[in-house]
């Protein structure tokens, strides 16, 4: 073959360059393209035939397009197949072949970045777009051999599947949305990478793993099983991707919104004539750039966080949120008082007549008690309220509790363990009680009496009557009791079902559920999420910057791990065995950040979903 072909100017002559011995048959392009073999010296060249056609060349049958409405045009397989166990693939040459249809659009190798998690659109007519959720090699593939792509489609099809192929499950998703085609038929999906390349004012070394924004209204994911959690949910490249140190966002944001609606209030609330000018661009940055994305996707790049961060360091008044380390607190008091002016969740009223605090979280703050060899956030919670002499006006959607800890290094209490139901009846103000000593009604209660009758704050309520005979002890007999607070239309209800039922009704107790915990060590935020509501639910943990690729110039990987005994560990059967265990090493790696360096602890209400 020459190096240089010289291609005469007319068609199908021959032609030759002195600088070589070769020679080379340049034809139409309706004929092949034929390299003759070097001629001795002596060989004398042929004149050329022009009259002769060439030889015919044979066609391969060109692929056609994918539709919407027809079967899967790559892979499918019928009914009487499928019960032989066997998956009909229809003839495709590889992208290099030499057999392709030289008339037709030459087929490109599959682009090497995309992975799990990419947005891409299959090269057809129309395109169709949709997620990579799968890549392999499907079972019993016949030759060629090639990578597949199992993808979610954005829209439902009429070829599609749940994530099963033939009788082997590659993956899951809704009915119809299933589709499989060769790796190199799929590409980056451009309508998000034109998007990326007009809004890279940030760094876009984020990896190739893009995040497109996703408009309307996504719910939390919900009635996830743990085979669920650990194929959709866990796994590298999950969660949030954390840059400069961003952690502390990122772990506050994915426990506010993967799977909870509590602080979906601010998601929702029309722009007020005293907001911002950019609150709606701060609504949509984190709606549709985080929320969204995560809980549609499961996963959220750096770059949307970005945004999120240059909103926060231009309209808030805490510099450095662009690159600095912060706390959780601080992001949460600038995001929820400061830009989105939600409702306060704790309406804080002092015994002392000092008015009512309005805040949306409320840190531990007592004298240490050394009886506690290892506190539960129940007893502190209690313990704070009771030195503080504080009471809750009302029940609030969401409870978040700062663990007594000052800075990244002092902790009042080496290990605390986070209940996974606080109970706040005994902290609301007009809340029915009940009596310590008779079950009635209380309508005291005794702050002196803490310890006494027992541990908690429900040992300090009485009835009249067991009021008045407690505090005839000696010990007690200088106790100063105040009255509780009952409505009227609650007595009458309670006198009346004593009557019928001729004994003491059961008063409610009014109690949260733990759904996460953002942990902190050596400087850095990790959290764990409680994948649903119920006591059954699992558990995950989260760290937005678990590993790295490349160096410097590198980006960060998140990662989501499953903790199915979590929920075991804190539970009051296990007390005595973290106990037992003094170092704090010999406790799972898991339970001991959950202990050792629990930060914030976030309780919800079961019955209040949204914020009002």
Same mark, same amino acid.
């Given at each position: ?62 692929? /056609?397009?994918?539709?919407? $409405? ?96 033939? /009788? ?125 994305? +995560? ?30 380390? /912060? ?27 000092? $008015? ?84 009635? +009604? ?11 009758? $027992?541990? $908690? ?156």
């Amino acid at each position: 073959i020459l190096p240089n072909p010289v291609i005469s100017p007319e068609r199908g002559s021959y032609s030759s360059n002195s600088s070589s011995s070769s020679h080379q048959l340049m034809l139409s392009k309706d004929q092949i393209q034929v390299h003759l073999p070097p001629l001795s010296p002596k060989e004398k060249l042929p004149p050329p035939v022009m009259k002769e056609p060439a030889p015919p060349v044979r066609q391969m049958e060109e692929e /056609k397009p994918a539709e919407l $409405g027809g079967p899967n045009p790559l892979y499918e397989y019928t009914k009487a197949q499928d019960q032989q166990g066997e998956i009909k693939v229809e003839s495709m040459e590889q992208p290099n072949s030499r057999r392709s249809n030289p008339n037709s659009r030459s087929l490109m190798p599959a682009d090497p970045d995309l992975e799990v998690g990419s947005m891409v659109e299959v090269m057809s007519n129309p395109p169709l777009y949709g997620v990579i959720r799968w890549m392999g090699y499907l079972p019993d593939q016949k030759e060629p051999v090639k990578p597949i792509a199992g993808l979610e489609m954005e829209e439902e099809i009429s070829a599609g599947t749940d994530g099963s192929f033939g /009788k082997h499950r590659l993956f899951s998703c809704p009915p119809k949305k299933a589709f499989f085609v060769p790796l190199y038929k799929c590409r980056k999906d451009k309508r998000f990478v034109d998007n990326a390349r007009r809004n890279s004012g940030v760094s876009n070394n984020f990896g190739s793993m893009e995040t497109p924004d996703v408009l309307g209204n996504i719910s939390p994911p919900v009635s996830l099983d743990v085979k669920q959690i650990e194929q959709e949910v866990c796994g590298k490249q999950k969660g949030i991707q954390g840059h400069h140190n961003s952690c502390y966002l990122d772990a506050t944001l994915l426990a506010m919104f993967y799977f909870t609606t509590v602080f979906d209030g601010i998601l929702y609330r029309p722009k007020r004539m005293d907001d911002l000018r950019e609150y709606d661009e701060v609504k949509q940055v984190i709606k549709e750039g985080i929320v969204n994305p +995560l809980r549609k996707h499961n996963y959220v790049r750096a770059d949307k966080v970005m945004k999120l961060r240059h909103l926060l360091d231009k309209l808030g008044n805490i510099p450095g949120m662009m690159s600095e380390e /912060k706390d959780p607190e601080e992001f949460l008091n600038l995001l929820l008082n400061q830009i989105t002016k939600a409702d306060p969740f704790l309406h804080i009223r002092s015994d002392n007549g000092g $008015g009512t605090q309005h805040s949306f979280l409320y840190q531990l703050i007592m004298e240490k008690d050394e009886r506690l060899v290892l506190p539960t956030t129940q007893q502190l919670f209690e313990l704070s309220f009771l030195q503080m002499k504080v009471k809750l006006e009302e029940r609030p959607p969401c409870l978040i509790l700062q663990m007594p800890r000052f800075g990244k290094d002092y902790k009042m209490y080496r290990r605390i363990v986070p209940s996974l139901e606080l109970d706040i009846t005994d902290v609301l103000q007009n809340a029915p009680r009940e009596c310590i000593i008779c079950g009635d +009604l209380a309508v005291f209660e005794c702050k002196e009496c803490y310890n006494q009758h $027992g541990a $908690g704050l429900n040992t300090i309520a009485f009835c009249e009557g067991c009021k008045d005979m407690s505090h005839k002890h000696k010990v007690r007999i200088n106790h100063k009791w105040e009255a509780i607070t009952v409505p009227q239309e609650y007595k009458a209800i309670h006198n009346e079902q004593r009557t019928i039922q001729q004994q003491n009704p059961t008063i409610p107790r009014e109690k949260m559920e733990l759904f996460a915990v953002v942990c902190i060590q050596t400087s850095h935020y990790v959290s764990f999420v409680k994948c649903g509501k119920g006591k059954d639910a699992q558990w995950i943990f989260f760290d937005s910057m678990a590993d790295r690729m490349g160096e410097q110039s590198g980006y960060n990987i998140p990662e989501i791990k499953l903790c199915p005994d979590l929920s075991k560990w804190l539970s009051d059967d296990y007390q005595e065995e973290i106990m037992r265990r003094t170092d704090d090493k010999e406790l799972p790696e898991h339970i001991r950040r959950l202990l050792c360096d629990a930060y914030m602890c976030m309780y919800q209400s079961p019955e209040v979903s949204m914020v009002r």
